[in-house]
Every structure is written in C-alpha cells, then in structure tokens.
C-alpha cells in the first residue's frame, strides 16, 4: 500500500516520559476511510497514541503520516488543520461551554475569526457566525441532539455528552476521526445511539480511528483493530481472529481466567 | 433545512422580540447614567466619573482573567502605561489633539500586554501572575524617572482635554464623555467576545491542551487575549490622567492592581454587567459610607466612625469578597442577571430549551441479576469470620450523587456488604465506581456535591460525614495521591498519632516496605505505593476499606502481591473491603460477591466464580467472543 492511499501511516513509534515507556515499536497503517479500532487493557497506551497523532505529545521515537504529511513535529493545532478532528475520553474540559458553542468550536477551521475581525467587520462576522450556527444545528439535528443546544455541557447525562463530543468532531468535516471511548460510561440506549453517529460517520467516508473497551461494538465497527498491551503492539488484523488469540485473551483477562475459558 | 421556512415568519419575530430583549436593558441603562450625571451634585459626579473609568479597566481585565483564564496582576501597570503616555502627548503640540493621545495609549498598551503575555506561553497561574509583577515594577520605576528628569517629581500635569476647540476641565461634560467611551468599550469588547474569539478564549481557559487537540492555535489567542485586554486597560489609564490631571507613579500600585481583581471577583469573572456592577460596588459603597458617618452627629460613636471611616472601608470590603467568594462565586451581576443569558442564541433554540426536570428520566432500572439463571440460585460463599452466619456490614440503598453541574454520576444504587466479605464493584469508565468510593468515604460532601439515599456502616448513617469522621468506620484508598511523595516511608506510617509504625513494620504483608522504610514515598514502585496507603489505612482499623483501582498500572506479579495483601488484611483483622475495579481478572482475585455498576445503577450481582465472571464479563465489560463461544 502506498502513502497516498494511507489516512494514517505509524512507524515504530516510541514515547517514553523519563525513562517510563508508554509506546515501544507501535506501527500500522490505516487504509483511506476504514475504520481502525485500538483495543487493549487500562494503561497500555491507547490514549498516548492518540496524544501522539494529534499532537500533544512529542514521541521520542518513530514517524507519523496523516494523509503524506509527516506530523511528529507539528504544532497540534496544524496537526487539526490537516482535517484531523479528535474526541476525548471525557469532555469534563468544557464543561461551561453550551452544547452549540461546543460544536462552534469544532469548525475552527472553517470559521475564521479573529479579534480586529471582529471589531472592524462585525456586521460580515455577525453573519458568517449566523451561517455556522445553522450548519452546527444541521449537524445535532442529525445526530438528535438539537433539543440540548442550549444547554450547557456540563449538566448533560454522560452519554449525550459523548455524543455531542463526536458532533463537534463530524462538524468539522474531517478527513479522519480519532475517537477516543465514545462508548465510556453510556446506557446500553446511548450505546446504540454512539454507535449510529459513528456509522454515519464512516458513511460519509471518513477514515475514522477508535478507541474502545466494548468489544461488540469494536467488532461491529472495525475491519481492523490493533491490541496494546502495556505500550506494545500485541496483535493486528481482523477483529474476528485477533480477539480470539489467547494471548490476547490473557492480556485483557488476566492468566487464571484465560485458563479457566 | 427542512425546518427553517416553517420558522421563517416565526424567527424574524422572534428574532426582533430577542434584539428588543438584548438592546432594551443597554439602552435603558445608557439613558439613566446620563439622567444620573445631569442630576448629580459634585459629589456623586465624582464618584460616577471614577466608576466609569474603573468599569473600563476592569471589563479589560475580566476579558483576560474572567474569559482568557490568563491570571494577570499587571493591570495597574498598563493604565500607567497608558496615563503616561497620554500625559507626555497631551503636552506635545501635534499629537496632543483629540483622540491622538488616546489612541497612542491603546497602541502603547497593546505593546506592554505582548510583553506581558510572552512569559504567559510558557508559564500559567500564579506563576504568570507574579511575572506580571514585573511590569509593575519596572513602570514605576520608570515613571518616577521621568517625573525626576522632567522636573515634575510630584507628577506630570495633563493638558486638558479639547475636542473641537471646547476644553473639558473636570465637570459633567467630561464625565459624559467617560460614559461614552464606556459605551463604546462594552460595545467592542461584547461583539469580540460574543463571537469566534469569544469561544477560542473560552476554550483556552477550559483547558490549553484540549483546545489545542480540537485546533485551537492557543499561542495566538492567548498573546490575542493580553494584547486585545491591555488595550482596553491603557485606555482606561489615559481616561484616567485626562480625569485626574496628573499622573504620579504612586498611583499606579500593586494596591491599585488588586483593586481591579476584587471588582471583577465581586460582580462576576467574565461578565461585562459584573465588571460595571463590581466597580460600582468597589468605588459607591466607600463614598456612600463616607456620606453617612458625615451626617452623622461629632460626638460619641458618629465621631469614632468618622476618624475610622478609611478602615471600616477596607475591612467590609473583606467581608464583602468573603461573602462573594463563598455564596455567589459567579459574581453579584449573576444573581440578577437574567437577561443575557439567551441572547447569543439563534431564536428557533428557544422553544427547544429543555426544562432542569428533562435532564434524565427518573426512570428506575430493574436490578438484574446475573444473566445466566443458575448464579441467582448459588449460595454466596462461606465468609471466614462469620461462618453461615451472615452479618451485614454496609447498607447503601438509593444512593445518589449529583455534581453541581447537574450530572448524576450515581442514580439510584443499592449494595449490601457482609462483615467480613470482599467486595468487587465492576464497570466501565464512568459508571460512578468511584463517586460510589467517594461518597461512602465523605469526600464529596465538601465539592458541593449533592448526596441523597442512606449509606449505613455498622450501624452508622455516614451520608453527609467528613472524611475524618467516616475513616472511622469506612476509609479510602484512591486511585492516585495516596501517599506524599516527599515524605519517606516511616513518615507515613507516623502520621497518625497513636498508632506505632511498629505495627506495619511486624506486619509479614507489609515486608516489602520493610527495605523501603528510609526512603521517600515518591521512588516506591506502584506495587509499594498501594502498599504503603494500605498500611495507612490499616493503621486507621476501619471496617470497612475502599480501594479505587488497586491494579491500575501494576504489573501481574504485583497485582497479585496487593491482592494477597487485601485478603489478609480480612482473614487476619476482619477488614471488610469494597474494591472497585476496572480490571476484572485482579478484582476477581480478590472478590467473594460481585457487583457490575452501569450508568449509576447496580445492573448485576454475583459470586465470582467463572461462570459469573464470564456473565459479567459478557454482559458489557471485556471480551465477549460471538455467540458466547470461543
């Protein structure tokens, strides 16, 4: 496979913070609107990874291509201008911000805004924001969630505040998707409903690259998935034959069980 | 948009209603201000000209701090900048008409703001504040030099403002002129905030490193915010001089730059109403005091109260922060604030607007048990100390946890432990394991954090309780900051009055801290650090012990170690234990009975044996293979 028709190359990469290592040997390759699952037990450096792509941390080791361009050491917000949007595993961050400034905030790269912008052409600014509102609300609308845009994020169930996390992230019309556990804490109702946004999604052709411990629906999802386990690469392929592999099982279950199955 | 020609008719009208409902309150205040300054006598119109340079500043200020979330004490240091610059230009012949000298002290504030804020891209918090102090210190020192070397040592004489060859002395002309430029700022600084950088502020504040993931360029934004601010500040200084007619660097003190603080903490961080109600508050309250003891008789307490007035001032005004701080931390402006609240929002959201009821349906989940029938049916296993006696320590029945956002964290849990048992609490990232540890424990209590239902441990309530109160009874073991890193083992373990570290050091589980007794907490691996917050803990006796995520990071060898460790702490003293987990193979290590939490509700019980942890592990947790075989 080539670099052009990659969303995301990884090549040995590595990060170490003071000599503790997070990643060691990490690598694969996302083929151009696939979607890609991470898998593996709390603390092996699935997040890190995804810290990694989109740029808050720096990886000691190793190479990272979005779409051709390599990313290491890029600025994280000229990482998202490459068409990179990302979710977080908790949206505790902004929880002032309402649900419709949230999702605003998502089409940074469309809506260009400045302070003298604003000052000097306010009434074109005033209008260009009326425009991204009614494209913001286009997006909840589909995604269902158009009744909360006033409230704010940090009063919303847990579930729909995962959701509107991936509406900021489909608002910006990216290219490629890191979702980072957008199924963490939901109702097996919400579940479906995550589940859904992310098909549509990856509908739209977007490559998307997901963190999940719901293995239903990892499987449901992935054609691909990788296994870390304690910063390294345990397996890679089909969800179908690597979630069967006892050394995977071991990892997620602990010896005793795996031997108990 | 299907939606939007329904709406058409509809949303304009709504649209105007929202314009009449946004500009009415401004208009209404605009028209009352200049009714104020036309009625006032020369006292009020001092107080009011002063108010209005104050609410300049601080709505610069509460840009910064209240929206920016960028800690700054350089403020006073900026309205000098721009005060003298105004004074040195309003002397000058050419630059000295209006609004030159003005606009000069904007530019020169934006200058000292990029100053400013470069350390700011570095450093945060109190740090950034305190090299903020750095301008403070160099325009002082600055400003007295050129007051020496321009023979004015007691400050530089401002030339009178002139606009059209009329000159404004001090008098209600100039004072109507403050009010205007005071419209004018909240009318600049409103539609920045209102709009995209509104948000890129907000987003920096939230959390750099977040806004940086979404694609916020937090470098340009955070210089945007100092420099936008400062020019907002160093306007307010040159209204200030033109208001004074002199300028002395005395003036332009740290006392001066706290003053600001106060007024934006008082009406509210972030909020333009809050920085004009903050300013009144701050400058009004200590003129109208001054107004009242001097009417008051010269004798008796009337004349203590006027030889005291300065002191009485300073000391409300502690009492009045406090009383903020701790009541309305929003801010005075938010508790009557009722009307900017929906003015951002296009007018079709409105009806949308969910009521505090819809949130979540108080809908109550039928408790499952185990999916697979046959572990209802099995017996819980025989406990060591109570044999076929069950007793039962803990009850906790409809617990609920509500943050003050209004997230319900934990909805609804029942639990029951034995005496004597081991008890594993399973679920996913954020299904309120931990609020569920937190609560027994009495942490959230003091987060303003609402608990309603019964937590009852050997017969105590301990809803409500402190965590030193509850410890007596049932005590925690947190996932992260369990143990001090600076401080050695043995420090630890004397911590605690009356309880020897003797004790631990006898202890056979509590060996490996045995070669670890000199050195400092912060170099223990994983496995000895929960072994040390479980000595800790030990040395407290509860009887109920609470450990979050004992396995987290651990490698298997020391998963095991802590595991053996719980189990003794039970076989040998009885220590009930409710471990929460995400890791199942090392709660199930550990665990008699077994709990599965599920968005703030109990959704299955069981004993651990493999046919439940496979149930429960099916059911949501880990790996399911498809069609329940391998």
Redesign the interface.
Known sequence: MTDQEAALTIRNLSLRFRGLVALEGVSFEVPAGATFGIVG???AGKTALL?CI???YRPSQGSIRVFGTEVVTR???RI??LGI??T???TE??????V??YV???R??H?????TG??LL?PA??RL??QE??VV??VL?SLGL???????L??????IQKRVDIA?AVA?APKMMLVD?P??????S?REDVSRAIDSAAQSGITIVVID????FV?RHCGTIVVMDSGRQLALGAP?EV??RPD??EA??????AA?? | ?P?APANLADGSRAREWLVVKTVAPWIIAAVAAVVLVEASNAFLLLMIGTIVIYSISAIGLTWLMGRAGLVSIGNAAIMGVGAYITAIASAKPVISDFPIPILLSAVGGMVAGLIVGLPGLRIRGIYLAISTLALQYFVTFAGSEYEQLSGQPSGLVVTPLSIAGHTFLYGRGLVLILLAFLGLTVL?VR??LR???G??F??IK??E??A???????TRWKL?AFV?SSAVIAVAGSLFAYYTEVVDSATFSLDFAITFIVIIIIGGMGSIPGAIVGAVIVVGLPHLLTMVTSSLPQAGIGQWLQSNVFYINEGLFGFLLLLVIIYQPDGLAAATQAWPG?RH??P???R???TAGS??EPTVAPVTKCAAPAITAMPRPDQPESGDHRVQLAQIEGLAVT?R????AVDGLNMTIDRGAIVALLG????GKTSTLRAISGFLPAERVRLEGSIRVAGHQLLGMTPVTASKWAMLVPETDKIFPSLTVEEHLRIRPGRPDADVQEQPFFAPLRNRWHQRAGLLSGGERQLLALAMAWQQRPRLLLVDEFS??LA?VA?QRVAEVIRALRDDYGMSCLVVE?????A??VADWVYLM??GRITAEGPPD?VA??AL?GQ???????GGE?
């Open positions: 037990p709390n603390g810290n989109s740029g808050i600025a994280p917000h998202s201008a949007a990302r977080f595993q908790s961050h902004f929880s002032e911000f309402s419709l400034d605003l905030l998502g940074i790269d809506l260009r805004c400045s302070v604003s000052l306010w600014r005033q924001e009326r509102r009614r609300m286009d609308e158009a009744e909360h845009a006033s409230s704010r940090g009063q919303l169930p847990y579930g900021r910006a556990e199924t963490s804490g939901t109702t097996t919400e411990h719901d293995v239903s499987r179908v979630l069967q995977v099982i997620f279950l602990g010896p005793s069980l108990g199955n | 948009m939606a600049l539609s920045v709009q995209g950088p948000r890129m907000g987003a939230e959390s490193i977040a940086a993931a979404i694609g916020v360029n937090t945007a936008g929906l929002l296009p079709r959201l409105k949308h607007r969910p949130r979540r943050y956002g209004g997230a319900r996913r990232n954020g299904a987290l990071g298997p998963i995400q890791n199942v193979a090392a199930l290590q599920e968005a493999t942890a496979e592990v949501s947790l880990l790996l399911q293979p498809e391998p």
